[in-house]
């Protein structure tokens, strides 16, 4: 059964403080890694996707990379409105859905 | 539009009532997805619509609930006999023909009474 486990549940950071959100997923087959970000109130919006082990896509201050069993995004140098819950998901099996993690929500402060 | 719209924001509703929910999607879109969410958990896939018909139900819980989208465009959820388990955020999404970049709405709060 496909799945998909992110960690930490919550993260707390300064700002200018570093780090990284980890999703780990098993799956019969990679249909696509995606990252999402939710504010509260409102739908998740689209970040990245990555296809293939070694890919790496950037955009302001998080970089999404992909290895066989997981992904990471990394926050560099992150502010206040990076604050947000971090979803990541993978791609069915019959290619019509995406499976969610339960997320990880971020908060930075100043 | 813009954006994926849908309607209402929030509902209320006692325990055994019928609701319907309502997605507008973005103009052109082909690809329509219903998904649900509830709190602290990942959204969970229901229902996905190809043009009119439904590619794929396998997510939907069991029979009160049903989706149409008869023109290809707006679609509606349908919830019967509502109970307590279904209050979550109901979101829906679009995507250009399928490809899973979806654009998801701010969804409608669904609460059971």
């Known amino acids: 059964e496909d799945q998909v486990t992110q960690s930490p549940e919550a993260l707390r950071l300064q700002e200018g403080e570093s780090s990284s959100l980890n999703c780990s997923y098993t799956?019969?087959?990679?249909?696509?890694l995606f990252w999402y970000r939710q504010d509260p109130g409102k739908g998740p919006e689209f970040l990245f996707t990555?296809?293939?082990a070694g890919e790496e896509k950037e955009k302001e201050r998080l970089k999404a990379t992909l290895t066989k069993k997981e992904s990471f995004l990394h926050i560099t140098a992150p502010k206040p409105e990076d604050s947000a819950t971090y979803l990541c998901a993978v791609g069915d099996q019959a290619g019509t859905a995406l499976i969610f993690g339960k997320g990880t929500t971020l908060s930075v402060s100043s | 539009g813009a954006g994926v719209s849908q309607t209402p924001s929030n509902k209320v509703t006692e325990k055994g009532k019928y609701v319907e929910l309502r997605c507008d999607p973005i103009s052109g879109h082909t690809a329509l997805y219903w998904y649900r969410q509830s709190l602290g958990q990942g959204p969970e896939f229901l229902i996905y619509f190809q043009g009119t018909g439904a590619a794929d139900d396998s997510g939907l819980p069991n029979d009160r609930f049903f989706a149409v989208r008869p023109e290809g465009s707006v679609s509606t959820l349908k919830i019967q006999r509502t109970e307590r388990g279904d209050s979550a955020v109901y979101l829906c999404?679009?995507?250009?023909?399928?490809?899973?970049?979806?654009?998801f709405g701010a969804g409608s709060r669904l609460t059971v009474l």
């Open positions: 799956v019969s087959g990679l249909r696509g």
């Open positions: 990555l296809y293939s």
């Open positions: 999404a679009s995507s250009l023909s399928g490809a899973n970049v979806l654009t």
